[in-house]
């Protein structure tokens, strides 16, 4: 599966079906399927999401199966209606599941951390994507206490993964013995009290899907609430820095694949609020978001077979700096399919 293509260079790199960016490639091909009609993308789109099959049946080893398994079946099984693509979605459904810890109310997201970080119980703010898989599973089939899991995962880390202005800390780390949070911390982002700028957008995105699966209006408040951070400190051009506290900006590299997320999550939010000076104001930043990823200073052109440069994966760790990544493409071509759909006066989750 393809993962990136790192500065400078124009081949991408790819990955085995189990990295956790393995969804977004067949993802892209269902949008592309989507929103052209086009069986040559349906074949593609079915083939490779074919191949991330086995992920389903192993144990539950990260929070990721969501991303995996709910971009590639999901979109797949939202298009097609493929009974054997449903099949799959409940069982990663009910291997995710088995992370949850009700003593403490979230998923560990990255059991592998226990040890090698010496974090007992950990949940990352990305993890709320994957709540998704669970809402779903839980309404087409599954059992109802995914949903429970879901709303309580969602709802701890409302309490616990946010300071008072609203900006998320990338990882909290939880006491297994008592369920109190420990800690809040980062891995990805520049410090412990910084805004991590991928970490706000899948907030964003997070609490607004937690209103579409719940009507909690608890959520959609929570969804404004970290979105206005987020619009608050955008630089100009509406992409933020990799992280919103980076200590040398202007000098800083980009994180593309925030505003691809953002922009989506916007779009989205856009339908719930009921004031409508603030939905037109969500649907206007979203488009301008789109704007500036698609002019060519973000947009991938004749550089390489990308859709964007300028993203940002693990910039403490030095990789993916300042370059393309497959899941800033995916969630750029979403939000242009969300936006289209919206043009044409079709619901979200209406197909095109
Ligand atoms: N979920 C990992 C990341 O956003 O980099």
Request: proline fraction near 4%; charged fraction near 20%; hydrophobic fraction near 35%.
């Amino acid at each position: 599966m393809p993962r990136n293509i790192q500065n400078g260079q124009n081949k991408w790199k790819f990955t085995t079906y189990r990295d956790w960016c393995s969804g977004f490639w067949p993802g892209e091909l269902w949008y592309l399927y989507e929103s052209t009609h086009n069986k040559k993308w349906l074949s593609e789109a079915d083939k490779f999401t074919r191949q991330l099959t086995p992920i389903a049946s192993e144990p539950g080893f990260d929070h990721d199966l969501g991303f995996q398994l709910f971009n590639s079946f999901g979109n797949g099984y939202r298009l097609t209606k493929n009974l054997e693509y449903k099949a799959v979605i409940l069982k990663a459904a009910d291997s995710l599941a088995t992370l949850f810890n009700p003593k403490i109310g979230t998923i560990l997201s990255w059991p592998q951390n226990v040890k090698r970080m010496g974090w007992p119980h950990n949940t990352i703010i990305d993890n709320m994507i994957n709540l998704e898989l669970l809402f779903w599973a839980s309404k087409n089939g599954g059992p109802k206490r995914l949903y429970e899991i879901a709303s309580t995962h969602a709802k701890t880390t409302m309490k616990n993964h946010f300071r008072p202005d609203y900006s998320a800390y990338h990882v909290v780390v939880y006491d297994t013995v008592t369920g109190k949070k420990i800690k809040g911390i980062t891995h990805q982002g520049y410090s412990d009290s910084s805004m991590w700028a991928r970490g706000q957008a899948w907030a964003i995105y997070g609490y607004t899907m937690c209103y579409r699966e719940t009507k909690d209006p608890q959520f959609l408040h929570f969804a404004q609430k970290v979105a206005g951070i987020y619009l608050a400190k955008l630089p100009e051009d509406m992409v933020p820095y990799w992280d919103f506290n980076a200590p040398n900006i202007p000098n800083e590299s980009r994180d593309a694949s925030a505003a691809a997320i953002t922009a989506s999550a916007l779009l989205e939010l856009s339908t719930f609020v009921k004031d409508k000076s603030q939905a037109r104001l969500y649907r206007q930043k979203a488009e301008q978001m789109l704007k500036a990823l698609s002019s060519a200073q973000y947009q991938s052109r004749d550089v390489n077979s990308a859709a964007l440069l300028h993203s940002t994966g693990h910039h403490p760790n030095g990789s993916e700096i300042d370059a393309s990544i497959i899941y800033a493409d995916y969630y750029y071509l979403e939000a242009l399919v969300r936006l289209k759909k919206l043009q044409v006066g079709k619901r979200l989750y209406q197909n095109l």
